[in-house]
């Protein structure tokens, strides 16, 4: 069975930092662009940041460049979102999907149950 599992998620204080893990299972994701996706309540769904199936190529969302930073272990089959210097506004449910395509992306063909993210004092 094809699976995607977030986790990682939290209550942090603004200012602090978290770490987002994706594990696949059913499949490997060597071929695959993973993206994070976020929505926060009473909002549409936002796409976060995008990793190439090879790791070389990121792209990130305006409202989280430079403070987050997404990576990949193919080897562990999982992919990371490194959030630093949250802020209230970073609070949403987080979500990791697969892509159709290894280099961008697109027709996100397979996503997980999401993680919570609540940034708060």
């Known amino acids: 069975q094809l699976q995607l599992v977030e986790s990682g998620g939290g209550l942090v204080q603004p200012g602090g930092s978290l770490r987002l893990s994706c594990a696949a299972s059913?499949?490997?994701?060597?071929?695959?662009?993973i993206g994070w996706f976020r929505q926060a309540p009473g909002k549409e769904r936002e796409g976060v940041s995008c990793i190439r199936s090879n790791g070389g190529i990121t792209n990130y969302a305006n409202s989280v460049k430079g403070r987050f930073t997404i990576s990949r272990d193919n080897a562990k089959n999982t992919v990371y979102l490194q959030m630093n210097s949250l802020k209230s506004e970073d609070t949403a449910v987080y979500y990791c999907a697969r892509s159709s395509y290894s280099s961008t992306c697109s027709r996100m063909g397979y996503w997980g149950k999401g993680t919570l993210v609540t940034v708060s004092s």
């Open positions: 059913g499949f490997t994701l060597d071929n695959y662009a």
